[in-house]
């Protein structure tokens, strides 16, 4: 089962309403399980460097069944995984993808988030992506 | 002056509109004057590959400043920009990418729609164009 | 031998001497002999998709000796460098892309010229190579 | 609101003054507030590896709205952006990199310099900002 666009434009919405709340301008994104987009949103005055990173974040969530913020320590020097960024044409492994699951338990896609710091960045995340059910 | 995310969405919701009218399934993609990505929508079951082609014709747009069905009869064998395709990282230059204008006739943006005919492509990326006021 | 920058800076003086004339707004680049960007000017308002045609334009002629317009001809269907586009990235082979020779006949760099009709662009880059002494 | 040719022309020249005064050979690069390409120049006998780090640091400082310098701590192995420069076909996070604003402080375009030291590439960066008014 792949996320619907009625449920990505559901996430891009709950997210964005929690990026103003954060006074922040975000890059979201939505991807589905095989990490396709299908939604995305620039809310004006973001950095467009954010844009890119936003659908990596969300891509890489989606390749690794897992939140980008459990990669990060795999990736740091000397660690098991370091410079995997180097694969799929780039990844970002630092928090901000997420993944969305249905009641199952089943990845149906990913929502990546970029424009603040980390924290923001993945706060949002986890807002749209809990406002698919 | 650059689209806002606002008049980017709804361009979307139009051109979505217009897409399930015609029975397709379309990807649509909504670009800045820049050409960096504001807005995108893939509808249920379209086309994955036509989520790059609906970028790619948003981008060719805003690169040249006129819809890409303008350019189709230029880049044939023998014609002025045959294989201009392979600049920028990759234009597609037939009918579905659509620019965007203010009141004062400024680009401001460009829609580019794939997953259909390149009829119903153009259609639907006009249809999207004309819900900007 | 390589051009120097003043020497590129001065074709682009010409070129966009040249451009104004023809009331055309343009892209001017100039490489060395080993295709390396030395100078650079886009000009106010002209195409940005035509910033990375005049870079290829220009590392086109240089790699291969000749202008481009000589190589269209050669890349139409059924002739013997069809598609020789997907190389090195990316070629553009249509004219825009002049060899610029020192008075021994050696060649030191190019210029590409992107923003117009391919007569208008090909005359541009022209005039800048004239402008190298 | 977008640097204009005359701005890039004025700030390119400035920096290779700069650049002469510190004995170095710069690659200096000027990019609109969208991060395409507005003016560019390789000063003789600059390292030809250059002309692109000069490039992604103008770059990343617009898309980012600040100069590479502050995100160099940030991209650390264990810090939060640890990586980020696999994104938009590669960054460069290290200093270099300065935006230029208007009077009223909004971004219009950024400089990078790249061919000496971090400390060089800065200074004659900041030089280039300034000329401009």
Chains 1, 2, 3, 4 share one sequence.
Do not use: R
């Not at 792949?2 to 994104?29: G, P």
């Not at 913020?69 to 995984?81: N, T």
């Amino acid at each position: 089962m792949n996320i619907t666009l009625a449920q990505a434009e559901a996430a891009i919405s709950a997210a964005k309403k929690k990026a103003i709340k954060l006074k922040t301008k975000m890059n979201i994104c939505v991807v589905d399980a095989g990490s396709n987009l299908i939604a995305f949103a620039h809310m004006d005055g973001g950095w467009i460097g954010s844009v890119d990173i936003s659908m990596k974040k969300a891509k890489t969530a989606a390749w690794f069944l897992m939140d980008t913020a459990a990669l990060s320590p795999l990736v740091q020097p000397g660690e098991a995984l370091f410079n995997i960024e180097h694969s799929n044409g780039g990844l970002i492994t630092f928090p901000g993808g997420v993944v969305i699951k249905d009641e199952a338990g089943e990845v149906i896609g990913a929502i990546g988030v970029s424009g603040s710091t980390v924290d923001n960045d993945h706060a949002v995340a986890i807002a749209g992506m809990e406002a698919i059910k």
